[in-house]
């Protein structure tokens, strides 16, 4: 997964905002800061989704850090009427848990959702769904 430097200039969709809770570094969370546009995968319902973090209050996260983030799915379709506010969640890099958190507001999710729709069905797409591999396939196959 990748940490981005702070000042990064993209801006990145609110789809839920969150309450996270970064592990100490000697309980196995990260070893280094981390910054908005860290991508990561949310794990809920017992699935990965890949993800991208935006941090509103602090310049850099340091593992054993509770804050507040804004969450953007890459697959928003995946996401309307399963999220919702109260739903947990762990922050993995692969198998490795490294934050636990809570949705506490649920925010442009709808729209992140059909931004993917439009721009799916303008470029022809059959699949909406691009944050998972689908089953059966394996990544990166085109069939």
Known sequence: MSDEKSGDPRQYPHDVEVELHFLPTDAGGKTRPAFTGYRS????DGHDWDTIHS????????????????VAFLSPN????????GTVFLVREGQRTLAYG??????GLEESARRERDRHQSEGSPNPSLGRTPPGRSPGSRR
């Open 78 to 85: 995946e996401h309307l009427g399963r999220v919702g506010v």
């Open 102 to 107: 809570k949705v506490t507001a649920v925010l």
């Open 55 to 70: 941090y509103p209050d602090v310049p850099q996260v340091n593992p054993g850090d509770t804050v507040r983030a804004y």
């Open 41 to 44: 995968q949310f794990f809920y």
